[in-house]
């Protein structure tokens, strides 16, 4: 926590400094929310991407730039938002640490709601712990905890295959696989490689936050109209699964079926990708997200390419 405490006050954010350690036990990694430099240097501070912030979450920050997620532990200096707990989840972190003086900053009296009735539900469903500590008086306070037998479900896991090279014909084979067995759903598939160069294929369909399955879940689950759902989006769950399994996303090699929505594409761009390839350049979950695409475009942050 006090990796994330040092470097917290060196994000550029004029009101939300937030930062984030993650651990596991073979490395330490520290981040704060943060513009991607090709972002801040064409739009600056104030102009939204579509309609999301320019910034990347520390949280995210932190699974973007880690070597390997799954079972990881996280620091975090201000209680997080909904879309980093789906993220959270997805990149297999089992535990959280909160500053205790998260909670009595400004942002978190107004964001607070949000973390007590959809973040603490998302990560009790993921099977993750959450612990308030206190520096100052070495505490640290239970304010959810797990029981040893419990295994969220995960009905729609991230599909990964192996694939003999990084080229693009393995890649149009893999979406043409994709959109074979999906049959009309909108996806998202990459090629990724790990630390020894081996190749994977990765596929993704839009879920619900892990642990919560679309067959039992009442409607209200699938709702996209509030700030914040329970669904996690394609791009999204590829990036943070290739976190989870210590992959990286090829720069050359990432598709989406239809444009990802404006998160996700800041998401992207947060995690070093400048090429985007898409099936439906026209087609997105909502217009904000055609907007998004088009400030990328134009600004030559994001080179897209349809297939
Ligand atoms: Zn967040």
Not at 51 to 57: A, D, I, K, P, R
Not at 218 to 240: C, H, S, W
Not at 275 to 300: F, M, V, W, Y
Request: charge should be neutral.
């Amino acid at each position: 926590m006090q990796a994330a405490v040092d470097v917290v006050n060196t994000s550029l954010h004029a009101t939300n400094k937030v930062a984030a350690t993650l651990f596991t036990k073979d490395y330490t990694i520290s981040k704060t929310n943060f513009w991607p430099g090709v972002i801040e240097q064409a739009f600056g501070h104030d102009i939204d991407i579509g309609s999301s912030s320019g910034t990347v979450h520390a949280e995210v920050a932190c699974i973007l730039a880690a070597s390997m997620t799954e079972g990881a532990s996280l620091c975090v200096t201000d209680p997080f938002c909904p879309n980093c707990a789906k993220n959270i989840a997805e990149a297999g972190i089992k535990t959280i640490y909160i500053d205790h003086k998260g909670f009595d900053k400004d942002f978190a009296a107004r964001r607070g709601d949000h973390f007590k009735n959809m973040s603490l539900q998302v990560c009790a469903r993921a099977g993750i712990a959450i612990y308030q500590l206190n520096r100052k008086e070495k505490t640290i306070t239970p304010i959810a905890e797990i029981s040893d037998d419990y295994k969220p479900f995960n009905d729609a896991p991230v599909v990964v295959g192996t694939v003999a090279s990084a080229s693009r014909a393995y890649f149009l084979d893999v979406i043409s696989d994709s959109r074979a067995n999906l049959a009309g759903e909108k996806f998202a598939t990459a090629l990724a490689f790990d630390a020894s160069g081996k190749v994977f294929s990765l596929c993704a369909k839009p879920h619900l936050a892990v642990g919560y399955s679309r067959c039992i879940e009442a409607p209200e689950f699938q709702d996209l109209t509030g700030k914040y759902n329970f669904i996690l989006e394609p791009v999204n769950r590829l990036l943070m699964n290739a976190a989870r399994l210590g992959l990286k996303i090829h720069a050359e090699y990432l598709y989406s079926s239809i444009v990802p929505t404006s998160r996700e594409l800041v998401n992207v761009v947060g995690a070093g990708l400048n090429k985007l390839h898409l099936g439906d350049a026209n087609s997105a979950r909502d217009p904000e997200a055609l907007s998004a695409i088009t400030q990328l475009n134009n600004a030559n942050i994001l080179t897209i390419v349809t297939v």
